[in-house]
């Protein structure tokens, strides 16, 4: 039966040029037995609507083709649906696509689309805001919302951000509630992984599944800028668990509570959010194809 498929691109995602991208697509589908529309989406709202749509029609996949944002944006809408996920990577991080080892070249991303093989994985949920891959306070949320709010994009800028911001950011004060236990803690940032990495494979939680039913939390206690060259080795060789200034664990949610409204990092959209954050795990919600 031919399989019906959305393809939604974001235009402005990782700072690539996607003019030529549709083009392309269609030109790759052209012999299979594919009834497929491309549609390059006006903005974030623009690209939730298009996935709600295919959902409502009944599509058998939609297929992100940007980064991370853009995956939350049309995975929220294809949680506990017959409607896969799909996903060709052109964000500045590509966390999720990493995790799940989606290849970078759009020929083999589209091949293993036609493959149609779909495994169904946790999704998160923060305050009823669904992500994928992870969701963070402190300092990660800091810089995206920095980075959200700048003109370029790309890992280079995020990394000129990050520099620049890191010596202004203090600590904050937490409560935290898990597994049973109620805590109050400093913390620089605290990620909440359903997935493995921020991106650009800097690792925050390595050994996490994304099909596990859990949630692997990792906080950074205490930076200082003479710790910045041993945590980026930790990071970027899976073993940021093994760090002295930080602490993991896992569990199926989470409560965190703040002393004023914050951003909050959603696969790396900066979001406002209250004080009270509420997080769990919403176990096999999403197909996708892999």
Not at 251 to 274: F, H, K, P, W, Y
């Amino acid at each position: 039966m031919k399989k019906k498929i959305r393809f939604i691109i974001n235009p402005i995602s990782g700072g690539k040029n996607k003019t030529a991208i549709p083009d392309k697509i269609q030109n790759l589908l052209r012999n299979e037995n594919i009834d497929a529309d491309v549609i390059v989406s006006k903005n974030s709202n623009d690209t939730i609507f298009l996935a709600k749509e295919a959902v409502t029609k009944q599509y058998d996949a939609v297929i992100a083709v940007g980064g991370d944002g853009t995956i939350n944006n049309i995975a929220s809408q294809l949680i506990n649906t017959e409607t896969a996920l799909g996903i060709i990577p052109m964000g500045s991080g590509n966390g999720l696509s990493r995790a799940l080892n989606i290849p970078f070249n759009i020929q083999k991303a589209i091949k293993l689309i036609l493959q149609f093989k779909k495994q169904k994985f946790d999704t998160g949920v923060i305050n009823q805001n669904p992500f994928v891959n992870l969701a963070g306070v402190g300092f990660d949320a800091h810089v995206a919302g920095k980075f959200h709010s700048s003109v370029s994009r790309g890992l280079l800028n995020y990394v000129k951000i990050t520099i620049s911001e890191f010596s202004k950011y203090k600590p904050r004060q937490y409560a935290i509630t898990y597994n049973g236990i109620q805590r109050n803690i400093t913390a620089f940032l605290i990620t909440v992984n359903n997935g493995t990495q921020f991106g650009n494979n800097a690792y925050t939680a390595p050994n996490a599944l994304l099909n596990d039913g859990m949630l692997n939390v990792m906080i950074i206690h205490r930076c200082a800028w003479y710790n910045i060259p041993s945590l980026a080795f930790h990071l970027f060789t899976k073993s940021i668990h093994r760090h002295p200034n930080v602490e993991s664990f896992i569990t199926n949610s989470i409560s965190i509570q703040r002393t004023e409204n914050e951003l909050v990092n959603i696969d790396g959209e900066a979001i406002q959010m209250q004080t009270d954050l509420e997080i769990k795990v919403n176990s096999l919600s999403l197909s996708v194809i892999q």
